[in-house]
């Protein structure tokens, strides 16, 4: 069944959908880092902009009144950006609190009179190069820095614990005369930007950084960063959103009518209760993949920085509702059952769960439950699209497989399926990535399979609402 299933990838493109797989750009995040907008904070497991153009132009480019775009998985709101940027209105869900931080700011900053934020940049420079004048100084002569004046008013978040000190006292000191000043700030849509800057660089000034999950710089063979120039890379990044946003603005100010976003920092598995029926034309997303990236953990710094958390406990509840579950939260359950029937879904978990059974929860039981869960919710998720989608809308989802236990299991083809299964039809699985690093359990002790059975791909997986 594993090799029907890996033969079918690639024959399922079927009519009407014939474009060829070139049609989509990319989808790999790398190249947002240029774009504007877009590059105003790195996310390692978002997609491209230009796989985002590419899909709008295929299947909306026709229509431009009312088009209704909507993003389950919004990460720092690529799709978002792109619909608003066309004069179409745009939904996202997102539940992480930082990236739904991102996709607010990003889908109101043409809002924002560019002037006054080029003013607030001004005044946030000058204040922080006095406030942080003497701890340069201090670092050159060996000094505590603590002991510089003025102290700063705001303090390390208190529920934050590292492994390692997460910053170097001097840049921990910058760091906190920054959050004061943007604290400080009269305009909350401009404080949010500035706060977005601030979570987009402080791991570049941190003891820590991302290969490609987040870990100490020390563990990773590189040197702590014992002092940096924060005002200026903030600054710098502040300019950054400046530069874009003018351009920004002009281009959402040509439509007559504004387009609206909304940006709603909860679980999509019950968007079907929050959205009404027949609601949406097109979905273009990008869930988690089945390879336990742990968007949370990677996250964490910016979370309670951000204080958008105050205690480890509270990261528990974005764990459960997260799309997948985590393996580290459902191995050690009871075997988990499929809500759905699919037998060739149940033959492959099957056969993860019976692999390596001498390591317990940590062989295939623990591996088998965290697919299962992940299925489930895939199911979850067609659910509630075949809800919300207009008749003849689209969706639009780049998934990658993942080798579990040596079982390499093609999530798209069977998230078309299980698509059918929910009622939608599916048009089309494209190959868009031959081979993915990165974001992937590429070098993960889990994946110990045949490595010519081992190539990690993405496609597109196109279903429609009959
Ligand atoms: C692959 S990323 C999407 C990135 C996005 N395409 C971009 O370019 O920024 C998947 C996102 O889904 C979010 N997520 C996971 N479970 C979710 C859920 N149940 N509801 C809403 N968002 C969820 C994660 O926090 C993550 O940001």
Redesign the pocket.
């Known amino acids: 069944m594993l090799t029907q299933l890996a033969f079918n990838l690639d024959i399922i493109n079927p009519e009407p959908d014939t474009m060829s797989s070139t049609a989509f750009r990319d989808p790999a ?1 790398e190249q ?1 880092k240029q774009d504007a907008v ?1 590059r105003w904070v790195p ?1 390692i ?4 902009a230009g796989f ?1 153009a590419d899909a709008l132009q295929r299947y909306v480019s026709a229509r431009r009144q009312n088009v209704r775009v909507l ?9 978002l950006v792109e619909g608003l940027r066309r004069g179409y209105d745009v939904i996202g ?4 609190p930082f ?1 739904a931080l ?2 607010r700011v990003k889908c109101s900053a043409f809002e924002v009179e560019p002037q006054e934020l080029w003013n607030t940049i001004l005044t946030f420079e000058d204040k922080a190069r006095q406030r942080t004048a003497d701890l340069d100084r201090a670092f050159a002569n060996g000094d505590d820095p603590t002991q510089c004046l003025p102290a700063p008013e705001s303090r390390p978040p208190a529920g934050f614990r590292s492994r390692v000190p997460f910053f170097s006292p001097t840049v921990e000191r910058k760091v906190l005369h920054c959050l004061d000043i943007i604290r400080e700030i009269p305009q909350p849509q401009i404080r949010d930007i500035a706060l977005l800057a601030f979570g987009a660089i402080i791991i570049q000034v941190s003891n820590y950084s991302y290969e490609p999950s987040l870990g100490s710089r020390a563990a990773a063979g590189k040197a702590n960063v014992l002092n940096a120039d924060v005002v200026g890379i903030l600054s710098k990044k502040l300019r950054e959103i400046y530069d874009d946003l003018r351009l920004y603005r002009k281009e959402i100010e040509k439509f007559v009518t504004r387009p609206k976003a909304l940006v709603i920092n ?4 019950f968007l079907h209760q929050m959205l009404p029926r027949e609601h949406i034309d097109i979905v273009i ?5 089945l390879n336990n ?1 742990h ?2 953990r990677n ?1 964490r710094p910016h979370l309670f920085w951000l204080n958008l958390a105050d205690k480890t406990i509270d990261l528990k509840k ?1 764990e459960h ?4 579950k985590y393996w580290q939260t459902v191995r050690g359950s009871q075997p988990i059952r499929l809500n759905f029937s699919m037998p060739d879904l149940e033959e492959i978990i099957e056969s993860i769960a019976i692999k390596n059974p001498e390591k317990g929860v940590y062989g295939g039981r623990g591996w088998a439950n965290y697919a299962t869960e992940y299925f489930n ?1 895939c199911h979850q ?1 067609c659910m509630s699209l075949q809800h919300v989608l207009k008749s003849k809308g689209i969706a639009v989802f ?1 998934l990658g497989n993942s080798i579990i236990q040596g079982v390499n299991v093609h999530t798209d083809c069977l998230f078309g399926n299980i698509g059918e299964l929910c009622g939608l039809k599916l048009e089309g699985i494209h190959p868009i990535r031959e081979k993915r690093v990165g ?1 992937s359990i590429i070098n993960s002790s889990i994946r110990n399979g045949d490595p010519k059975n081992s190539r990690l791909y993405e496609s597109a997986v196109i279903l429609r609402k009959p």
């Open positions: 995040f947002n877009h996310w497991a978002g997609f491209s985002v993003d389950p998985f919004a990460g720092v709101g690529t799709t869900f997102e539940v992480n990236a991102a996709s909860e679980n999509s598995l997303t990008s869930p988690p993949y990236y968007y949370l996250t974005f509702a997260n799309f997948g919710d998720i780049v974001n």
